[in-house]
């Protein structure tokens, strides 16, 4: 190990070792070392990796690839189109448009850049402000919680795609064994747009689309049957029924069976529980060797969902109404920004639907070749999730107008978000079209696509999160401990596929993440911008790509985007509501476990400062001062960098502003 004030650079070559002699009289440049200011690879071959020990992604397309298919997830589908539908049509895209260059693109190019330059993932990083480490430790434990839940997502994908597989989609008609008496069916002559509905009792009715995305039919003098006997909702007649359509029943009475309850749990959906585990299994196969085999799979995940939504728009725009629902889609209403609620949900959308402070963007960067150009990668990624949010609403839009036809109510009537769009509505939509098994099947292969993706980086995110920072233990057990990570989260998701598994994945999807990734990013902005400076991360990009960056991503960084930040999680506490379920309301102690969930990602952080502190030397002010400097084990990977790295920041060296930087390479030697 070379000592303070002898630099020396080591240059590895298999089993010999160059050192080189660099000066430290702060007067002359640092060298680009096997690169090139410009911030491309030219200098390394395109496909062998220059960090051997940890590895790089084998072509740069598998990294914009990967993080395309991470940021384009469901939630594009079926919560933007919604939210630019009741905040203003097109006007929305004026404060969203807004925020995703106020506070998404510059979070998202501070995680590039951090994970490029240390190649290290979520906690590892975090040497960078050792007292903040349990930020690494949050991001890791909110990834880990999302695995659990979106996979669920997944496998009820895999459900309906198994049941597309026949002559007629099996949520069809009312003829099947799962239907109630007050199944509203349907006859319909897509040609001239009638619609003719055929209900079981003969009763006067009103059709409405109620919170809980239902068809009902409101009769006067009686009161609602609940009950989770399938044959008490069969048999259920002169009270007030909810008419839902078939596609409705379908998701309710035989894809979940749903019970009345998060308190009634019930028993398990076998064939749930068959395509959980095939989910997982799918994960597993496509990540068995890191990211050289997820980058492969990417060139099919995050190109095939562009195709089919394609297909699929070309097809919705045939149908009659189509055009009403586009309308209503992009027809601005201007007056609705002067509501702040619209600019807060702008904000909300970009900053989760870009995913920073979930720990995926620092892992995948961490991949990534020295000098590879993350600037152009911060402004690429985020401008072409943006644009599939707005691409697919013109697909769902194109079909709710089509429903809303076919129903004869207007488009606010009929639009829904969330699950309900993706396994009640849009599938009814698909039943009413000729060869309709042909549109289910592709619909739900571009949810397939569009889920798997994010669950690659989520999953990732998770391994190589504790695989750096304790590789005496791990490296050389990644693929054992990748199949026990698998294992273990696939048991955690079998509370979600009983009877009453729909309500905990609410109960999940609803404080999961809601405050404690906004925090994370909060403090994560303080951290890059007022405690390791937004100034020395300047030199490290400069370092990568060769020139510093506009000084607008610092303004960003030091005010703007930490405020806004701020200003999310006090909306989120302020509009704070308890979840329900149509109707239902979830028991007080149910809520009590959601609050758990949220903090569990959370407590890592002062946990972590209190053990910093604890284990660092000196009075109470000079350990706060030492855990706030980046540790010894901060800066780039490679020995080559590293070197380039101190001669840099040489001034600091001397005034032991930072530590002596040793070289870091993995000790595996008693793993």
Same mark, same amino acid.
């Given at each position: ?51 051997k020990?940890?590895?790089?992604w ?10 395309? &298919? ?17 905040n ?40 960078i ?13 909110v ?17 309906? !795609?198994?049941?597309?597989f ?25 040609g001239? &747009? ?26 006067p ?44 749990? &019930? ?13 997982? !299994? ?71 639907? !870009? ?15 020295f ?12 401008l ?7 691409? $697919?609403?013109?697909?769902i ?17 009929v ?9 009640s509505?849009?599938?009814? $939509? ?19 696509t ?32 990748? $199949? ?11 509370p ?7 309500y ?20 994560e ?35 703007i ?20 379920? &149509? ?11 959601g609050w758990?969930? $949220? ?18 030397k ?6 706060i001062q ?31 502003? !930072? ?13």
């Amino acid at each position: 190990m070379p000592v303070i004030g002898v630099p020396v650079c080591c240059r590895r070559h298999k089993d010999k070792e160059v050192a080189t002699m660099m000066p430290m009289n702060g007067t002359e440049k640092p060298p680009f070392v096997d690169g090139n200011p410009d911030g491309d690879n030219n200098s390394d071959s395109d496909t062998g990796d220059e960090n051997k020990e940890r590895g790089n992604w084998s072509r740069q397309m598998e990294f914009i690839l990967s993080c395309i &298919g991470y940021a384009v997830g469901l939630g594009n589908l079926w919560r933007f189109p919604y939210l630019c539908m009741r905040n203003g049509g097109g006007a929305f895209l004026i404060p969203y448009f807004t925020f995703l260059f106020l506070c998404g693109i510059p979070l998202f190019f501070a995680e590039l850049a951090l994970g490029q330059f240390s190649s290290a993932s979520p906690i590892s990083v975090w040497d960078i402000c050792p007292l903040f480490k349990g930020l690494g430790y949050g991001m890791v434990l909110v990834s880990g919680i999302l695995c659990i839940y979106y996979n669920v997502i997944i496998a009820w994908v895999l459900y309906y !795609l198994g049941m597309s597989f026949a002559s007629v989609v099996p949520w069809g008609t009312c003829d099947n064994p799962w239907n109630t008496p007050t199944c509203l069916s349907r006859s319909h002559s897509i040609g001239n &747009g009638t619609l003719n509905d055929t209900i079981s009792a003969n009763i006067s009715t009103v059709l409405l689309l109620n919170s809980t995305d239902m068809y009902t039919v409101l009769m006067p003098n009686t009161s609602d049957v609940i009950g989770n006997s399938s044959d008490v909702r069969r048999n259920a007649t002169n009270v007030t029924a909810k008419r839902m359509t078939p596609a409705e029943e379908f998701w309710q009475y035989k894809a979940l069976d749903l019970s009345d309850g998060i308190e009634h749990p &019930g028993s398990v959906k076998w064939e749930l529980l068959l395509c959980l585990i095939a989910g997982w !299994l799918i994960v597993f196969l496509c990540l068995f060797r890191g990211i050289k085999s997820s980058g492969k799979v990417v060139y099919i995940t995050a190109t095939a969902p562009y195709i089919f939504l394609t297909i699929l728009l070309i097809r919705g725009l045939t149908l009659p109404g189509a055009i009403d629902g586009i309308i209503f889609y992009i027809k601005p209403d201007f007056y609705k920004l002067l509501e702040i609620q619209v600019w807060c949900e702008a904000c909300l959308q970009i900053f989760y639907s !870009l995913g920073p402070a979930w720990g995926g963007l620092i892992t995948m960067a961490s991949y990534n070749k020295f000098h590879n150009n993350c600037y152009r990668d911060a402004i690429i990624v985020p401008l072409t999730n943006c644009g599939t949010s707005f691409y $697919a609403g013109f697909v769902i839009f194109s079909v709710i107008g089509f429903m809303a036809k076919e129903a004869n109510l207007s488009v606010d009537k009929v639009i829904t978000t969330g699950p309900g769009l993706a396994f009640s509505a849009y599938p009814e $939509a698909i039943s009413k079209l000729p060869i309709s098994p042909l549109w289910a099947i592709m619909f739900f292969l571009m949810l397939l696509t569009l889920g798997l993706d994010s669950q690659f980086a989520q999953l990732e995110t998770m391994v190589s999160g504790f695989c750096d920072e304790y590789p005496k233990y791990l490296k050389n057990r990644k693929l054992l401990f990748t $199949a026990a990570v698998v294992v273990v989260q696939c048991l955690l998701g079998i509370p979600l596929i009983t009877q009453g598994g729909l309500y905990v994945f609410q109960l999940m999807d609803w404080y999961a993440a809601a405050f404690s990734v906004c925090t994370i990013a909060f403090f994560e902005c303080i951290v890059i911008a007022w405690i390791y400076g937004s100034d020395r991360l300047f030199d490290d990009i400069k370092m990568m790509i060769g020139y510093r960056p506009n000084i607008w991503w610092r303004i960003c960084w030091h005010f703007i985007t930490p405020i806004l930040l701020l200003t999310i999680l006090v909306f989120t506490l302020v509009n704070y509501e308890r979840p329900v379920y &149509g109707t239902y309301q979830y028991p007080d102690w149910s809520i009590a476990i959601g609050w758990m969930l $949220a903090s569990v990602s959370v407590v890592p952080i002062p946990v972590m400062m209190v053990k910093q502190i604890y284990q660092a030397k000196g009075t109470l002010l000079q350990r706060i001062q030492y855990t706030l400097k980046p540790s010894e084990k901060w800066g780039p990977y490679l020995q080559k960098y590293r070197a380039v790295y101190k001669y840099t920041h040489s001034a600091d060296l001397e005034t032991n502003a !930072l530590p002596f930087l040793p070289e870091r390479r993995l000790d595996v030697s008693t793993a």
